[in-house]
């Protein structure tokens, strides 16, 4: 693993499952970050990390839920997948909160149907 | 409102000429702004960041900050066709935990 990797690259999934979406990160960044990229509305943070053992909500967090039990994982769930959910997911790392560099992971198509 | 603003363009320059990309933010707290590129189905790439009001420069791109007037430019000068992308203005924001807050990004088509 080199820098920070998502999986799965893409998912169809049927509204009211569950789904957890993966994201690994090598470099021993403190800060993690969930976005969803939707056409028209851009990069919304979900939910972020900036060590491990916290976390704290984004601009749109409401269906969604993270842990952080560890500095390299940081996964996101989707308790009960709903068709809005539909969105390209990616992951981003920093060394320390804001002030650096993010790194991004390579995304996670979702179609929730 | 989104707090970072750009124009979503299409920005379309010829070859060789200077692309000018423009973000306003709202956040007058805002220590960090940073320009991505995204290449359509790909990640964000970092291209500046910039902390201090004035210019810096980095080979072909210029980033201007102006934390009076809460504006932040991206210059690309020589422009070329693999310079197309959208373009992605991001300023930290306090209220969440200093996470990047990004505008909608700003299309740019550069023409040989």
């Known amino acids: 693993i080199a820098g920070i990797t998502q999986a799965p690259t893409s998912q169809i999934l049927a509204a009211g499952r569950r789904m957890t979406l993966r994201c690994t990160q090598d470099?021993?960044?403190?800060?993690m970050y969930w976005y969803r990229q939707d056409l028209g509305l851009g990069l919304r943070l979900i939910h972020y990390s900036n060590t491990a053992g916290t976390t704290g909500k984004g601009e749109v967090p409401d269906g969604y839920s993270v842990s952080r039990a560890n500095t390299d994982d940081f996964p996101l769930t989707l308790a009960s997948a709903v068709p809005s959910q539909t969105s390209v997911y990616f992951c981003?790392?920093?060394?320390?909160?804001?002030?650096?560099?993010?790194?991004f992971g390579q995304g996670t198509r979702l179609t929730v149907v | 409102q989104k707090e970072v603003e750009q124009n979503s363009g299409p920005l379309s320059v010829p070859e060789g000429a200077i692309a000018s990309l423009n973000c306003t933010y709202s956040?007058?707290?805002?220590?960090?702004f940073f320009w991505y590129r995204q290449y359509s189905g790909k990640s964000p790439e970092l291209i500046m960041f910039?902390?201090?009001?004035g210019d810096k420069e980095d080979g072909r791109f210029t980033a201007q900050l102006n934390k009076a007037s809460q504006y932040v430019s991206l210059l690309i000068r020589d422009s070329q066709p693999s310079d197309s992308a959208t373009y992605l203005c991001?300023?930290?924001?306090?209220?969440?935990?200093?996470?990047?807050?990004f505008g909608k990004g700003t299309s740019l088509l550069v023409t040989p």
């Open positions: 910039i902390y201090s009001n």
């Open positions: 956040d007058r707290g805002s220590q960090s």
């Open positions: 991001a300023v930290n924001r306090r209220d969440s935990g200093y996470a990047l807050n």
């Open positions: 470099m021993r960044h403190n800060a």
């Open positions: 981003a790392s920093t060394a320390s909160p804001g002030n650096t560099e993010a790194f």
